[in-house]
């Protein structure tokens, strides 16, 4: 295989993993509570802050990464208990309420690091060789924590008795809560998982990118145009939408450029909700 076709196929393997472990956060709390999380790109800032954090003390990177666990779950904790739980039945004043708590997540990190640039050292360097070509140690870590991650996640969801009983309360919140599950007890742990998810996406991603306060932005963007493609409710449509977006970004900015990679996924989002506006799979 041509060394330049391996590259991009592993590059674009990379970006659909990626993507689909930061979209993974907003389509818990989308799919399964029918709240648009604004602040969704602001717990992944956070998560990459918390691995800085790790590097200014001198610990492991990979305590940012629990870190993250330990103080998204408190903001998700808090953000429930003071926001979601209040307006959870009026989605556009939770998309407002969660707005303004991303404005404000950002300015409280601006105002402890300021606007500049924040740097993360991976924690594995080099390249390793693979089909040929060599190819980022840290890059191939990450992609094999996401596939394992995923998978543990789909036998739990399945498998489990909570993940049964989160099936219950998708599926009939009102006849569940009649057999007596604890309904806002549920809603509130997905949420958290939600939230922790965003966090460890975005301390696992601090090595590979800019950490700065307004990164966020870009990673809601890219979690929403998922979303629109693939469907809400299911991990099936998380990973349709991850695959046509990625590859679609990947492909033209492979041909052309950057630009057009991003103007690519937006123009694909737009005919999803013109012509498919439920995205390939929906659950909901």
Not at 16 to 25: D, K, P, R, S, T
Not at 63 to 92: K, N
Not at 95 to 114: D, N, Q
Not at 156 to 185: C, E, F, H, K
Request: hydrophobic share 55%.
């Amino acid at each position: 295989m041509d060394a330049a076709l391996t590259v991009t196929l592993l590059n674009l393997a990379y970006q659909g993993l990626v993507l689909a472990l930061v979209v993974l956060g907003l389509g818990v709390v989308f799919g399964m509570l029918g709240v648009m999380n604004m602040a969704h790109g602001e717990f992944l800032m956070i998560g990459a802050y918390c691995a800085v954090a790790a590097q200014n003390a001198g610990v492991p990177i990979l305590w940012g990464a629990a870190l993250a666990i330990l103080v998204c779950g408190a903001l998700g904790w808090l953000t429930h208990y003071a926001l979601i739980r209040q307006l959870r039945d009026r989605p556009f004043d939770t998309l407002l309420a969660t707005w303004g708590l991303s404005i404000l997540l950002r300015k409280l990190v601006e105002l402890f690091y300021g606007r500049g640039y924040q740097n993360v050292e991976p924690p594995v360097s080099g390249s390793v060789p693979l089909l040929g070509v060599e190819y980022p140690a840290y890059r191939l870590l990450l992609m094999a924590f996401i596939i394992v991650l995923f998978a543990a996640l789909v036998l739990w969801y399945w498998r489990s008795p909570a993940g049964a009983r989160l099936r219950a309360m998708i599926g009939n919140p009102i006849l569940a809560q009649a057999v007596g599950l604890d309904t806002n007890r549920l809603a509130c742990v997905a949420f958290m998982c939600g939230v922790i998810s965003a966090g460890i996406a975005g301390a696992l991603l601090a090595p590979m990118v800019r950490v700065e306060p307004g990164m966020g932005l870009d990673y809601l963007l890219s979690s929403f145009f998922v979303l629109v493609v693939g469907g809400l409710g299911s991990l099936l449509g998380l990973a349709a939408g991850t695959g046509i977006v990625s590859g679609a970004q990947v492909l033209f900015a492979t041909l052309f450029d950057q630009t057009s990679g991003y103007l690519a996924v937006l123009g694909i989002s737009i005919l999803f909700l013109w012509l498919k506006p439920d995205g390939l799979v929906s659950r909901r």
